[in-house]
């Protein structure tokens, strides 16, 4: 069965400080995952994925997520925060099941960042 | 590049009537999801069309819900009769080409619904 778990409703740090939101999933196959932000009356927006290749990923905006298949985490971290990562952070694994790709995403990470 | 578009962005009924949300994926995007999220939760898909054609609806409650992409290209979402538990944002996304494991969806800004 497929699922993904966002350990965390919501995650407060200070700017400057570094970010991590996590996320476990569970895949019969093997899995792509992403990590999607979702700014206030904004669309999401593709942040990172990992498609099987390099486990440790780069995204936009500094963030970088590292895919560990021993631990099925694919967390998402960021050195220094700033105000403008304020935002709902959502994981999303993709793998094929019966039927076709399905893809679910978490129940989301509310960032909050404080000056 | 003009992104996913998704009309009217607001959208207040009450219970038992009929609603339409329309979706104009971005050009040449083969692929066309409808996902709703309702507040506090990630989005869960209700539908995926391959051009006009349904590759998946399996979350889709077919007695109230009904969606179709007539030539490919714009979509129709339609909920008949609306309940209290279909407020939520309506989100469509598209992505290029035939949907795959590591397709990246580009989403539209969503049409947020509440039921009275």
């Known amino acids: 069965a497929q699922s993904v778990t966002q350990l965390d409703s919501h995650v407060s740090v200070s700017e400057g400080t570094p970010v991590l939101l996590r996320c476990n999933y569970s895949?019969?196959?093997?899995?792509?995952l992403f990590w999607y932000v979702q700014h206030p009356n904004k669309g999401l927006q593709l942040l990172l994925k990992?498609?099987?290749?390099?486990?440790l990923v780069k995204g936009i905006n500094g963030f970088e997520a590292e895919f560990k298949k021993s631990e099925t985490s694919f967390h998402l971290t960021k050195p220094s925060a700033h105000m403008s990562d304020a935002a709902e952070y959502f994981c999303?694994?993709?793998?094929?099941?019966?039927?076709?790709?399905?893809?679910?995403f978490g129940a989301g990470t509310r960032l909050f960042v404080k000056a | 590049e003009a992104g996913v578009a998704q009309s009217p962005r607001y959208k207040i009924i009450e219970k038992r009537q009929s609603v339409a949300f329309w979706c104009n994926p971005i050009?040449?995007?083969?692929?066309l999801y409808w996902y709703q999220q309702i507040l506090g939760q990630g989005p869960k898909l209700l539908i995926q069309?391959?051009?006009?054609?349904?590759?998946?609806d399996s979350q889709l409650p077919k007695d109230r819900f009904s969606a179709e992409r007539l030539k490919g290209v714009d979509s129709t979402l339609k909920i008949q009769p609306a309940k209290l538990e279909d407020s939520a944002v309506y989100l469509c996304?598209?992505?290029?080409?035939?949907?795959?494991?590591?397709?990246?969806?580009?989403f539209g800004q969503g049409t947020r619904l509440t039921v009275v």
């Open positions: 996304a598209s992505s290029l080409g035939r949907a795959a494991l590591n397709t990246e969806a580009f």
């Open positions: 895949s019969s196959y093997s899995p792509s």
């Open positions: 990992y498609t099987s290749a390099a486990t």
């Open positions: 999303v694994v993709s793998d094929l099941q019966s039927g076709g790709f399905k893809t679910i």
């Open positions: 050009s040449g995007h083969a692929t």
């Open positions: 069309f391959q051009n006009n054609g349904v590759v998946d």
